[in-house]
């Protein structure tokens, strides 16, 4: 199957978070478990993406709505998977909005899906602002962006419930203190829940997915 | 010194350019080089700098203009080593404009500098939309980010004058195809200059001090 790809080019009017909420109910509608995942360029989503579709595509149906200033890479590899997928290409938008997502909801087979990942624009401040009718905010933090960043870019880690602090496996070879950087993020967000994990090598990732796993078992509890 | 903190509140207005257009002639009027920084979080932009006042601060008179969302982190790196620097806090803003700059130079001895860098906000998106009245734009690509970013984010590998790939040091615990990146940097931007370096071991910044040096003569001698 082709990837879909929705180009979004003019000023979108109207007020995010009432849109957002409209998305929620949709969501909610169907029963599915929605996860906004945001981070800087290159710290893994898509790799956290790919690893959760092979790990629980078994136990789950799974649709990914792929965000990207331009081109169709991340959603090329998740449709490899036989996933449903829809690309939104923002032409230079700095993130996803409530009112593109609607439009990557009308691509999605909704009544076939029980966890949607979104995976928004690369960019650790813009995003944070934009509700898109989610129910998990997740970001993902790359060791060797350094342990600093939550210094430097507190709103995302603080509005977040999840932390991935992925590429671990680099760990011996770079200068991070992973205890400096816990005390930081949790300082700005005691509920946070940090899973460090490198998607490269597989380590630390059980424990996500068993998270994932458990928030699935309650959603459909609900 | 203290470091002088800028926070930036409320919405600037006024056209951009034209204020960039001021800046640079101030700038030019002091015969000063300018260099605008701009990465992801993490890529290495302070770390550039530090390394670049080391070797150079000898042979020039150098500035810094540090940009983030929040905290002074990079600007108390740069004061430790003697060096003129003004902090400026965006307030969750996700690029320098040319208002925030002027603020800046209001706060430096123009006159004793000869080369100034303006660190801009960790973000590979907007500050690309903002001139700030600079000569040279630069931007930093961090191998662990990995080789496919100039496809999701070419406006920046096409506006800039110099590409600086840094954490070469990491190349052999990673998946980098530096060949396929500089394939599609070059695509995009054929005049680019890349220099593959890194700032922690020191291997390639020769021929980016190098470079760095001619452009400070050439100011000089126009």
Request: charged content about 25%; hydrophobic content about 45%; aromatic content about 6%.
């Amino acid at each position: 199957m082709a990837v879909k790809v929705i180009t979004v080019g003019e000023k979108i009017l109207g007020t995010n978070d009432a849109k957002a909420e409209e998305n929620k109910k949709l969501l909610v509608r169907h029963g599915i478990l929605t996860v906004n995942i945001m981070s800087s360029p290159g710290a893994g989503k898509t790799s956290l993406i790919l690893s959760t579709i092979k790990r629980l595509s078994k136990k789950a149906r799974i649709a990914v709505i792929e965000g990207d200033v331009a081109s169709s890479v991340d959603a090329d590899k998740v449709n490899a998977l036989g996933i449903p997928v829809v690309q939104i290409n923002t032409a230079g938008g700095c993130h996803l909005d409530a009112f593109m997502v609607e439009k990557g909801l009308h691509n999605l087979p909704l009544e076939k899906v029980d966890l949607l990942f979104i995976e928004n624009v690369g960019n650790l401040i813009c995003p944070n602002n934009y509700k898109l009718g989610e129910d998990i905010r997740l970001m993902i933090a790359s060791m060797p962006e350094g342990d600093d960043k939550p210094y430097k870019y507190p709103a995302m880690f603080a509005d977040t419930e999840v932390v991935v602090l992925n590429k671990t496996d680099l760990q011996p070879y770079i200068d991070f203190d992973e205890k400096a950087f816990r005390k930081v993020v949790i300082g700005l967000n005691p509920d946070v829940i940090i899973f460090p994990v490198s998607c490269k090598t597989g380590e630390g990732m059980p424990a996500w997915f068993d998270w994932l796993e458990a928030a699935l078992k309650n959603k459909k509890n609900k």
